[in-house]
């Protein structure tokens, strides 16, 4: 079943047809296990049906604890992740089995993500709105070979040029170029993801997305904050 009419209009990029055995990965996405963010289970397997987004990495700030209980409980295949705090900015570890504490120095994140056989993917690079990696150890980290994949569209990013910037990063350093929606609200997923082949895991996963098509726009809708009852981001 194709996107429904309410998400085309929100997202018109739902629509266009998607190259035969591709599926659409959200790379950055969080759910009411994050700090900052309110979205029930329930919203959220009613947002992933109405785009028809294939597969949605669960990146909640500090814990994979929502990604872990939600994986069999969404109409997609959900990637484990975390967006970790560095002592120097925010790093994505993707298949994880264990929640990476906060403080850490990046090298100490990326090296924990490798050890757990996890990706590294950096979200949001250049944004001065966001907790953003500080461009120094951005380039350490290229440089010494830590990082699998730069974030080349978030959503959330309003300044069209910082995505282009990490595009021309992730192209110049020969790095996977990702796109997430970093939706914090039911209605921002869908807004950007990749169309690439499909995957059995980080070890078909990098080369895939680095044969993807980035697909997305700027979408930050308000937050409306409400009252909940806080999930524990305690580790298992």
Not at 100 to 106: K, R
Not at 128 to 152: H, K, Q
Not at 195 to 224: I, K, N, Q, Y
Request: proline letters at 8%; aromatic letters at 4%; one cysteine or more.
């Amino acid at each position: 079943m194709g996107p429904s009419p309410e998400a085309v209009a929100r997202h018109p990029h739902l629509a266009a047809p998607r190259p035969a055995g591709t599926v659409r990965v959200d790379l950055h996405s969080h759910t009411m296990w994050s700090g900052d963010c309110t979205t029930t289970p329930d919203e959220l397997a009613a947002a992933v049906a109405a785009t028809g987004v294939d597969v949605l990495c669960i990146t909640d700030h500090g814990t994979i604890n929502g990604a872990v209980a939600l994986a069999a409980e969404l109409p997609c295949r959900v990637v484990v992740g975390e967006e970790v705090r560095s002592s120097r900015g925010e790093i994505i570890g993707l298949f994880l089995s264990e929640r990476i504490p906060a403080g850490l120095t990046p090298s100490e994140v990326c090296t924990r993500v490798r050890d757990q056989g996890g990706l590294v993917y950096v979200p949001h690079p250049f944004d001065p709105m966001r907790a953003a990696l500080a461009p120094e150890a951005l380039s350490a980290l290229v440089e010494d070979g830590l990082v699998d994949a730069i974030e080349a569209r978030n959503a959330k990013t309003s300044l069209e040029h910082l995505n282009r910037r990490a595009a021309a990063l992730a192209a110049r350093s020969g790095l996977a170029a990702g796109a997430g929606s970093d939706a914090h609200v039911p209605d921002a997923l869908g807004a950007a993801y990749v169309e690439m082949a499909d995957f059995d895991g980080p070890a078909t996963f990098l080369p895939a997305l680095t044969g993807g098509s980035v697909v997305g726009h700027h979408c930050d809708p308000p937050r409306r904050w409400r009252p909940r009852i806080v999930p524990s981001t305690r580790a298992y």
